[in-house]
């Protein structure tokens, strides 16, 4: 079974300008999680997907970030624009989406705004 | 949503057995508790999920008393591959948001 799928793997850039990050969950699996993990810090959740609907977004920073999953399977997250403290791990994961589903975790994307 | 507490950071030498408490005073009724464990450079992967007593499996076994309101985890003989964070989860699926917290880091000495 083919894992979930994270791109690009590092990206470097400038305040100020605009980033975007892709996600390919494991197939079928309806929920789908951003989550941005800060160095020594533990994940903390962005937005929750249940198929095209979102769950929770309580976290996300709406002036600058969005999120999307149009059709219920890849998802994409942006940052327009760049604040220096948004440098950190940006990693997806998905479930299955039933009761007590655990998680499988995508590689992650190491964002550096400098 | 049940907050969970586990000490930041553990010490061990290689084939020794760890054990990593994590309190969840008001875990709720519902309630299932899932173990994360994270590399560096790499996501969280599952470890282990249980709901009372005892559950083992091929890495490590969980402990939960019958109050539910801690559990342990243990790693039998840790290596020095076992270095991680370990995170501690309560919740159930559906509604359910996985909230990680600090985790505890475990590094193995040789």
């Known amino acids: 079974e083919a894992g979930v799928a994270q791109s690009p793997r590092y990206k470097i850039i400038e305040k100020r300008q605009s980033v975007a990050f892709w996600c390919n969950p494991i197939?079928?699996?309806?929920?789908l999680y951003w989550y941005q993990q800060i160095l020594g810090q533990g994940p903390k959740l962005l937005i929750q997907?249940?198929?095209?609907?979102?769950?929770?977004d309580s976290q996300l920073p709406k002036d600058r970030f969005s999120a999307e999953r149009l059709k219920g399977v890849d998802s994409t997250l942006k940052i327009q624009p760049a604040k220096l403290e948004d440098s950190a791990v940006y990693l997806c994961?998905?479930?299955?989406?039933?009761?007590?589903?655990?998680?499988?975790f995508g590689s992650g994307t190491q964002l550096s705004v400098l | 949503l049940a907050k969970t507490t586990q000490p930041i950071s553990m010490d061990s030498y290689e084939g020794q057995e760890v054990n990593i408490t994590c309190s969840h005073n008001n875990i709720a009724t519902n309630d299932y508790i899932t173990w994360y464990q994270q590399f560096p450079s790499q996501g969280p992967r599952f470890i282990i999920q249980g709901y009372k007593t005892k559950v083992t499996n091929e890495v490590a076994s969980l402990f939960i008393p019958a109050d539910r309101k801690s559990s342990t985890l243990s790693l039998p003989r840790v290596s020095l591959s076992d270095t991680a964070v370990y995170y501690c989860l309560v919740g159930v699926g559906g509604s359910y948001i996985p909230t990680f917290g600090r985790g505890t880091s475990l590094i193995v000495h040789p």
């Open positions: 994961a998905s479930s299955r989406g039933g009761t007590n589903e655990k998680l499988f």
């Open positions: 197939s079928g699996h309806a929920t």
């Open positions: 997907f249940q198929n095209n609907g979102v769950v929770d």
